[in-house]
């Protein structure tokens, strides 16, 4: 068996290399403001984020997830009140390979926009 050690690696297109099949490591994660001018702050395999309405948005992958079963991890926050969860509305918006919806919603179950909005995806490319 060889040792690789490097100190850096990068694909040859930039950002984080990524293994085709690998579940083991983030396929897609993003930070994005979700008040007011929603916008990425930053991200990996995001294309887009799309505004859907209060505390509810759309994340479009840049290469589609091997299939729609990934596991998403997410939270929320907003300075002026507590307690925000992430969650997928599956029964109206199913995840999808090539996007998937969120909601952020408030510990009295009120969907509301959040100031900060981060969210990872694991489940391997296409």
């Known amino acids: 068996m060889s040792t690789i050690k490097a ?7 930039g950002g984080i290399p990524t293994v085709k099949g690998q579940k083991l490591i983030p396929t897609a994660w993003v930070n994005f403001n979700g008040d007011g001018v929603v916008a990425i702050r ?8 799309t505004d859907n309405g209060q505390g509810d948005y759309s994340i479009t992958f840049a290469i589609a997830m091997a299939n729609s079963n990934y596991v998403s991890l ?25 996007d998937c919806r969120y909601n952020t919603v408030y510990e009295n179950n009120l ?15 296409a």
């Open 42 to 49: 930053d991200s990996e395999n995001v294309s887009s984020i």
């Open 74 to 98: 997410g939270m929320a926050g907003k300075t002026t009140s507590k307690l925000r969860n992430v969650v997928q509305p599956y029964a109206s918006h199913p995840p999808t390979t090539t």
């Open 7 to 13: 100190n850096d690696i990068q694909n040859a297109t």
């Open 111 to 125: 969907i509301t926009d959040c100031e900060t909005v981060s969210i990872t995806i694991m489940g391997g490319q």
